[in-house]
């Protein structure tokens, strides 16, 4: 007997989950992701006839092909399993085409690699949905026209090798504007007062503190050393007395599980992860761990994803669990029901465990450490999020003396509900906080007179904006609609291998080249720029998802406007490859300003009068070359694999680092089957 069926879904560990699950009637074999795509060394459009694209078989997966038709030979059905979404609904698509000649050709989607779940799938295929496919190329071909006109625009203006694309100059205008915003910002200075209060009598030691909120019943502001000592002095002549004492409930509900957007900034804020690493480790955990036996099994559903649906069957095992583990009192009488954000795609799921009832403890010895963290967090968070919520008592106290009114108030838990799973932890930026929490308030009483202690009064300044991370920079792509769960990653992945933003520290700072090529784009393609602009393309395309318009129509629609800038660039953009970017700097040969310029490995100093005076240096960072026995520093350059640093003595010297030492971390390789920017 022949073998049933073959089985395409587009990586090895993907394979050998499905291959486990359906048993040995079928052949699960891999695509390793797109296998068509648009030549590389041309646009590949023909855009007179209605944006034909030109699609060949990528170089690298000539060898998968060649493997997959001789299989497809030997049965009569195909099953295409890629992801449940725009990309892999494309990958289907190109594999039928490719391969589907004479045969029955099937699509089958689920949101999570389980028995049930496959096999469901399975039991219900369905045709391609054109309207993915058709979103898929649209994106893909608008990637391409605008990386394959702006690049060499760049090149003939800037330096050779540079890049720009729809999304990723976007994003790069944020971080650069965001930079602008924390140059220009000017401190305003202004001042608190504390006060040291203590209960009268003489058995209590313990003081608290109370803030000096309003004078005369408003708000006050003190913005120099002078006032805040008349105040002080002030304030002294006054009786300390509790006027008000008001104590509140406060719930705090648990939050939504995971969408891919919140995974990124929750496991960038709590483990550490930058997002591609994020996105690394959940693609693992959701086609398959070997856990038991060998037996590779899916933990998550689909990383990718802007749904906050959870099935019927996960919420009645998360509901088990918690009440076997935690009691009644943890468990709401209704379950917890989310609200997906509006064009969320409703047919996906959220990123949730695919059995709730799997412990992190119970896996912890198969998976890597880093599995284990992420795993963690999903289970965590959704487990969490199908709880009650958390009961706080804040007890506010507010003290009188004469004109002055001092504010304090106290927290204590009262029901931890979620939180004994899921505390909320808030983002560095939030610090500030958690100071004010732990003062103990004494019992007190309205008209109670107090001891004052101590007024210390203390200086502050008002902080520019904080530069993004990655966690922040996700968050206000989704905010401002530009890209897609798709899509934060590879962004952010991209205008740092581009050399555009530099991660120190885990914060994005511009570098010169993003500054420079911001400011060019802005002025000559202000349209593109535009955050608005970009979110309205994305609609757009979900329109085209959702068979509202006509792919072509888009393309067309954007083509014709954005050719004409493109050819009133060519004449009218500056050419910092003559200009460069002025610098302070003094020429040592003819004593005329050096300037900026790059090379085709970085960044250099040139003689402002070039090409008369012929004086270049490089600019190094002034950290001395760690190679033994080496008199060289190390200087930035530039590469198509992402910035690095080599050696001043070059070629003599071969050092290279990807970072320098504790400063810099750059993204590890971008997956493949993320839709990448189109730049030739
Ligand atoms: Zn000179
Ligand atoms: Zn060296």
Same mark, same amino acid.
């Given at each position: 007997?022949?073998?049933?069926?073959?089985?395409?879904?587009?990586s090895?560990?993907?394979?050998?989950?499905?291959?486990k699950?359906?048993?040995?009637?079928?052949?699960?074999?891999?695509?390793?992701?797109?296998?068509?795509?648009?030549?590389?060394?041309?646009?590949?459009?023909?855009?007179?006839?209605?944006?034909?694209?030109?699609y #060949?078989? #990528?170089?690298?997966?000539?060898?998968?092909?060649?493997q997959?038709k001789?299989?497809?030979?030997?049965?009569?059905?195909?099953?295409?399993?890629?992801?449940?979404?725009?990309e892999?609904?494309?990958?289907?698509?190109?594999?039928?085409?490719?391969?589907?000649?004479?045969?029955?050709?099937?699509?089958?989607?689920?949101?999570?690699?389980?028995?049930?779940?496959?096999?469901?799938?399975?039991?219900?295929?369905?045709?391609?949905?054109?309207?993915?496919?058709?979103?898929? *190329?649209?994106?893909?071909?608008l990637?391409? #026209?605008?990386?394959?006109?702006?690049?060499?625009?760049?090149?003939?203006?800037?330096?050779?090798?540079?890049?720009?694309?729809?999304?990723?100059?976007?994003?790069?205008?944020?971080?650069?504007d965001?930079?602008?915003?924390?140059?220009?910002?000017?401190?305003?200075?202004?001042w608190?007062?504390?006060?040291?209060?203590?209960?009268?009598?003489?058995?209590?030691?313990?003081?608290?503190?109370?803030?000096?909120?309003?004078?005369?019943?408003?708000?006050?502001?003190?913005?120099?050393e002078?006032?805040i000592?008349?105040t002080?002095?002030?304030?002294?002549?006054?009786?300390?007395?509790?006027?008000?004492?008001?104590?509140?409930?406060?719930?705090?509900?648990?939050q939504?599980?995971?969408t891919t957007?919140?995974?990124?900034?929750?496991?960038?804020?709590?483990?550490?992860?930058?997002?591609?690493?994020?996105?690394?480790?959940?693609?693992?955990?959701?086609?398959?761990?070997?856990?038991?036996?060998?037996?590779?099994?899916?933990?998550?559903?689909?990383?990718?994803?802007?749904?906050?649906?959870?099935?019927?069957?996960?919420?009645?095992?998360a509901?088990?669990?918690?009440?076997?583990?935690?009691?009644?009192?943890?468990?709401? *009488?209704?379950?917890?029901?989310?609200?997906?954000?509006?064009?969320?795609?409703?047919?996906?799921?959220?990123?949730?465990?695919?059995?709730?009832?799997?412990?992190?403890?119970?896996?912890?010895?198969?998976?890597?450490?880093?599995?284990?963290?992420?795993?963690?967090?999903?289970?965590?968070?959704?487990i969490?999020?199908?709880?009650?919520?958390?009961?706080?008592?804040?007890?506010?106290?507010?003290?009188?003396?004469?004109?002055?009114?001092?504010?304090?108030?106290?927290?204590?838990?009262?029901?931890?509900?979620?939180?004994?799973?899921?505390?909320?932890?808030?983002?560095?930026?939030?610090?500030?906080?958690?100071?004010?929490?732990?003062?103990?308030?004494?019992?007190?009483?309205?008209?109670?007179?107090?001891?004052l202690?101590?007024?210390?009064?203390?200086?502050?300044?008002t902080?520019?904006?904080?530069?993004?991370?990655?966690?922040?920079?996700?968050?206000?792509?989704?905010?401002?609609?530009?890209?897609?769960?798709?899509?934060?990653?590879? #962004?952010?992945?991209?205008?740092?291998?581009?050399?555009?933003?530099?991660?120190?520290?885990?914060?994005?700072?511009?570098?010169e080249?993003?500054?420079?090529?911001?400011?060019?784009?802005?002025?000559?393609?202000?349209?593109?720029?535009?955050?608005?602009?970009?979110?309205?393309?994305?609609?757009?395309?979900?329109?085209?998802?959702?068979?509202?318009?006509?792919?072509?129509?888009?393309?067309?629609?954007?083509?014709?406007?954005?050719?004409?800038?493109?050819?009133?660039? &060519?004449?009218?953009?500056?050419?910092?490859?003559?200009?460069?970017?002025?610098?302070?700097?003094?020429?040592?040969?003819?004593?005329?300003?050096?300037?900026?310029?790059?090379?085709?490995?970085?960044?250099?100093?040139?003689?402002?009068?070039?090409?008369?005076?012929?004086?270049?240096?490089?600019?190094?960072?002034?950290?001395?070359?760690?190679?033994?026995?080496?008199?060289?520093?190390?200087?930035?350059?530039?590469? &198509?694999?992402?910035?690095?640093?080599?050696?001043?003595?070059?070629?003599?010297?071969?050092?290279?680092?990807?970072?320098?030492?504790?400063q810099?971390?750059?993204?590890?390789?971008?997956?493949?089957?993320?839709?990448?920017?189109?730049?030739?």
């Amino acid at each position: 007997m022949s073998k049933k069926a073959i089985v395409i879904v587009e990586s090895p560990a993907k394979s050998k989950t499905i291959n486990k699950i359906l048993g040995p009637d079928y052949v699960v074999l891999s695509s390793m992701g797109h296998i068509v795509d648009l030549p590389k060394n041309k646009m590949g459009i023909d855009v007179e006839n209605d944006f034909k694209p030109e699609y #060949i078989v #990528i170089q690298a997966r000539r060898k998968y092909m060649a493997q997959l038709k001789k299989e497809v030979k030997k049965v009569d059905t195909i099953y295409l399993a890629a992801d449940p979404d725009r990309e892999g609904e494309a990958i289907s698509w190109h594999l039928k085409k490719q391969l589907g000649k004479g045969k029955k050709v099937f699509r089958v989607t689920f949101d999570e690699i389980t028995e049930t779940a496959v096999k469901k799938a399975f039991k219900n295929p369905h045709p391609i949905d054109i309207n993915l496919v058709n979103a898929q *190329q649209a994106r893909r071909i608008l990637d391409r #026209i605008v990386g394959y006109s702006l690049s060499p625009l760049l090149w003939k203006k800037v330096t050779r090798g540079l890049s720009a694309g729809r999304v990723q100059s976007v994003a790069v205008r944020l971080v650069v504007d965001r930079e602008a915003k924390i140059k220009k910002f000017v401190p305003d200075e202004y001042w608190d007062i504390e006060a040291h209060l203590k209960k009268k009598n003489k058995e209590e030691r313990r003081f608290f503190s109370a803030k000096l909120e309003k004078i005369n019943k408003k708000d006050f502001e003190i913005k120099n050393e002078k006032d805040i000592e008349s105040t002080v002095e002030d304030i002294k002549k006054n009786e300390f007395v509790v006027s008000k004492i008001k104590e509140a409930k406060k719930k705090r509900s648990p939050q939504a599980p995971f969408t891919t957007s919140k995974m990124q900034q929750d496991s960038f804020n709590k483990l550490h992860f930058p997002v591609n690493k994020t996105m690394r480790v959940a693609q693992q955990l959701y086609e398959g761990v070997e856990l038991e036996g060998k037996e590779s099994v899916g933990l998550i559903t689909y990383m990718r994803t802007d749904s906050v649906k959870v099935s019927h069957d996960a919420q009645e095992a998360a509901a088990k669990h918690i009440l076997k583990v935690y009691g009644k009192k943890y468990y709401p *009488q209704k379950p917890n029901v989310y609200k997906s954000k509006k064009r969320a795609q409703e047919a996906h799921e959220c990123i949730r465990p695919t059995l709730p009832l799997r412990t992190p403890e119970s896996v912890r010895e198969f998976l890597e450490p880093d599995q284990f963290k992420l795993y963690e967090l999903v289970w965590k968070r959704f487990i969490s999020s199908q709880m009650t919520p958390a009961l706080h008592s804040v007890n506010t106290v507010e003290i009188e003396a004469g004109i002055y009114l001092f504010r304090t108030s106290g927290t204590k838990v009262v029901f931890d509900g979620f939180m004994v799973l899921y505390p909320v932890i808030t983002a560095p930026e939030a610090e500030d906080e958690k100071r004010q929490m732990p003062w103990k308030i004494p019992m007190l009483e309205i008209g109670e007179r107090l001891n004052l202690m101590k007024l210390i009064p203390s200086q502050h300044f008002t902080k520019p904006p904080a530069r993004y991370s990655d966690a922040t920079l996700v968050k206000a792509l989704e905010e401002k609609g530009i890209g897609r769960p798709s899509t934060y990653a590879p #962004i952010i992945s991209t205008i740092i291998i581009r050399h555009y933003v530099k991660r120190i520290r885990g914060y994005l700072h511009p570098t010169e080249l993003g500054d420079i090529i911001i400011e060019l784009l802005v002025k000559h393609f202000p349209k593109i720029m535009e955050s608005n602009f970009t979110a309205e393309m994305e609609n757009e395309l979900d329109d085209i998802e959702e068979g509202k318009i006509e792919w072509r129509m888009v393309l067309k629609n954007f083509y014709a406007p954005f050719m004409s800038r493109i050819d009133a660039a &060519k004449e009218n953009m500056k050419s910092i490859k003559k200009e460069g970017v002025k610098t302070d700097e003094i020429c040592d040969l003819c004593g005329k300003h050096m300037i900026i310029k790059w090379g085709r490995r970085g960044k250099f100093l040139s003689c402002s009068d070039f090409p008369r005076c012929k004086f270049a240096k490089s600019i190094t960072t002034g950290i001395k070359c760690p190679a033994p026995d080496c008199e060289g520093e190390l200087i930035e350059r530039r590469s &198509k694999r992402g910035p690095f640093y080599g050696c001043t003595k070059y070629p003599n010297c071969k050092y290279t680092s990807r970072g320098l030492p504790k400063q810099e971390e750059n993204p590890e390789e971008t997956k493949k089957e993320e839709p990448k920017e189109d730049t030739p």
